[in-house]
């Protein structure tokens, strides 16, 4: 083979590999800019793009997405109830322009507003709901009690309508006027137990001391890890215990009970003020603890165990 030969030979290797690469370099700048331009168009067409690009690639097809439905808990219209019933009681047609017609009108707009008599008043004291029921997807029926200054009481059920959200609220009909809601039979207390006065009766009385009227620390009555702050400021001015009953026959005995021993009572109090006196009623749990008795929990809100209740 010729010497020009041998020199020509790679050197057209090297020529054609540059004409190879500078083909590919093309190559991917298209690519890109065709990526860029399908980023632009929409997601269809970056399916194209990446197709077509220089290497084949399977593009994942577009998908619908599936929709996030959320259910919203049944919202209580009763303070809407509440709100509607003042405002409609003190209002009157004659007059509708007053803002309690105006606030009645917004809040039940097709109810029709009462025809009060000339020169009579609206001596309503107070509007407290009693009670509210779902009648269907998106009805309530609530009922208030309307207290008036002599005393009287009157209970009115309203019809409420609320939208799929539970975030809208409507009056769709004038109020009705029903009877009292009947008297309810309690069961029988579990407090079956009399306390007499001992270690039990002490414990108490002046743990309600401290808590209701300030005459000493509260912390020292309760049991370890637990945090009760007294009633600050202290409404009364003296506490006196009228009776104590318990659950367990424990509470009761002569002698305190080991360790660990927890008892259930509930203590009436008599406490004083400048306006009077007062008859209260507390719930409480103490526990045995080295002769003495702790106080574990006050009514169903007591903390217990170092802040878990």
Do not use: C
């Amino acid at each position: 083979m010729s010497p020009g030969k041998q020199s020509t030979g790679p050197e057209a290797a090297a020529v054609a590999a540059g004409v190879r690469l500078k083909k590919m370099n093309r190559r991917v700048r298209l690519s890109r800019l065709a990526l860029f331009t399908a980023i632009a168009a929409g997601p269809v067409a970056l399916g194209v793009a990446v197709v077509s690009g220089p290497t084949t690639v399977s593009a994942t097809p577009e998908t619908t997405p599936t929709p996030m439905r959320t259910t919203a808990a049944a919202a209580d219209p009763s303070g809407y109830a509440q709100l509607f019933v003042g405002a409609w009681l003190r209002s009157s047609a004659g007059d509708a322009a007053t803002a309690q017609a105006r606030l009645a009108q917004s809040l039940g707009p097709d109810v029709e507003l009462p025809d009060r008599a000339t020169g009579a008043q609206a001596r309503l004291e107070s509007v407290t709901v009693v009670r509210s029921a779902q009648h269907g997807p998106g009805r309530w029926w609530v009922t208030v009690a309307a207290q008036y200054v002599n005393a009287s009481v009157r209970y009115f059920t309203v019809p409420v309508a609320t939208d799929r959200t539970g975030g809208s609220f409507t009056v769709t009909g004038a109020p009705g006027v029903v009877a009292a809601p009947g008297r309810a039979e309690a069961a029988p207390s579990p407090y079956g137990v009399t306390v007499p006065n001992g270690e039990l009766h002490s414990t108490v009385a002046e743990f309600l001391g401290a808590y209701l009227a300030g005459a000493g620390e509260v912390e020292r009555y309760l049991a370890p890890g637990v945090k009760l702050p007294a009633v600050s400021p202290a409404p009364y001015s003296a506490v006196a215990l009228r009776q104590v009953l318990a659950v367990e026959e424990a509470a009761a005995g002569k002698k305190l009970p080991g360790n660990g021993t927890a008892v259930r009572v509930v203590v009436q109090v008599e406490a004083r003020d400048e306006a009077g006196r007062w008859p209260l009623a507390y719930e409480m749990e103490l526990t045995a603890r080295s002769g003495r008795w702790d106080v574990t929990a006050l009514e169903s809100g007591a903390v217990k165990n170092g802040g878990r209740s």
